[in-house]
C-alpha cells in the first residue's frame, strides 16, 4: 500500500469542486489506487513508495 499525499495545487483543485459526491468520488478512486497500483491503466513510469498527486 502507498501513502498518498495531496499537493496544494490538487486540494485547491478539490475545494473548487462543488458537486461533493463527485469530489468523494475523485478522493475515493486516488485511495483505491493507493491500495492496489496496478489497476486501471499502465503507465510507463514506476512510482516510489510515496506518491504526490
Known amino acids: 500500500m502507498y501513502e498518498v499525499h495531496?499537493?496544494?495545487k490538487a486540494e485547491r483543485y478539490l475545494?473548487?469542486?462543488?458537486?461533493?459526491?463527485l469530489k468523494q468520488q475523485?478522493?475515493?478512486?486516488i485511495l483505491k489506487l493507493?491500495?492496489?497500483s496496478y489497476i486501471g491503466q499502465a503507465?510507463?513510469?514506476r512510482f516510489n513508495r510515496?506518491?504526490?498527486?
Open 6 to 8: 495531496f499537493s496544494t
Open 15 to 21: 475545494k473548487k469542486i462543488k458537486d461533493k459526491r
Open 26 to 29: 475523485f478522493k475515493e478512486a
Open 34 to 36: 493507493s491500495k492496489n
Open 43 to 45: 503507465e510507463k513510469q
Open 50 to 53: 510515496n506518491i504526490w498527486i
